[in-house]
T-cell receptor, first 115, second 111 residues
Framework: EADIYQTPRYLVIGTGKKITLECSQT?????MYWYQQDPGMELHLIHY???????EKGDLSSESTVSRIRTEHFPLTLESARPSHTSQYLC??????????????FGPGTRLTVL | LAKTTQPISMDSYEGQEVNITCSHN???????ITWYQQFPSQGPRFIIQ???TKVTNEVASLFIPADRKSSTLSLPRVSLSDTAVYYC????????????FGQGTTLQVKP
């Protein structure tokens, strides 16, 4: 059973606010990821981490930032939210091995609306 | 990463077997073929993964011909709850973990 959690599930905020989307996993996975997905559209990788103190930008440019201070925690921060940031944000984690690592476990997502 | 091509949508009826084919002509020797399922407003869920021939688990079967330029996900006796988007991905064995999700195939199962 996958144990990866995201909070909040839904967030409506005003333009210019700073927000942090939380993601935690209890599987001990070294690799963690953030994806962005608009309704009915493709998922795009925006950040990933191979372990503590490791973060990389994904294929889709994002104004968000991430940190990885603890293995189980991978928060995403937007310093100043804008309406263009309205989207669903999905967190995932996986093992490190080449084969098992292709099985990513996804959280339930955070649906962000910026007014 | 090899590009994949799969049908945008498919319809089926409850109880039927559904086969979704994916083309990946540029697959590399060390690439794996992986399939995910996504329900509306949820994150994707891993279904099955294979390298060659046939792989079967409790959810689906994956058929991969010898040239590995295509693969077929087979869902036996689908139900309404199998209505979802199905993604075919090709992932390199170096596994940076960077999965590329395309448009996927939207499967609609009708009663």
């Amino acid at each position: 059973e996958a144990d990866i959690y995201q909070t909040p599930r839904y967030l409506v905020i005003g333009t210019g606010k700073k927000i942090t989307l939380e993601c935690s996993q209890t599987m001990g996975h070294d690799k963690m990821y953030w994806y962005q997905q608009d309704p009915g559209m493709e998922l795009h990788l925006i950040h990933y981490s191979y372990g503590v103190n490791s973060t990389e930008k994904g294929d889709l440019s994002s104004e968000s930032t991430v940190s990885r201070i603890r293995t189980e925690h991978f928060p995403l921060t937007l310093e100043s939210a804008r309406p263009s940031h309205t989207s669903q944000y999905l967190c995932a984690s996986s093992e490190t091995s080449p084969f098992k690592g292709n099985e990513q476990f996804f959280g339930p997502g955070t649906r962000l609306t910026v007014l | 990463l090899a590009k994949t091509t799969q049908p945008i949508s498919m319809d089926s009826y409850e109880g039927q077997e559904v086969n979704i084919t994916c083309s990946h002509n540029n697959i590399a020797t060390n690439d794996y073929i992986t399939w995910y399922q996504q329900f509306p407003s949820q994150g994707p869920r891993f279904i099955i993964q294979g390298y060659k021939t046939k792989v079967t688990n409790e959810v689906a079967s994956l058929f991969i011909p010898a040239d590995r330029k295509s693969s077929t996900l087979s869902l036996p006796r689908v139900s309404l709850s199998d209505t979802a988007v199905y993604y075919c991905l090709v992932v390199g064995s170096s596994n940076t973990g960077k999965l590329i999700f395309g448009q996927g195939t939207t499967l609609q199962v009708k009663p």
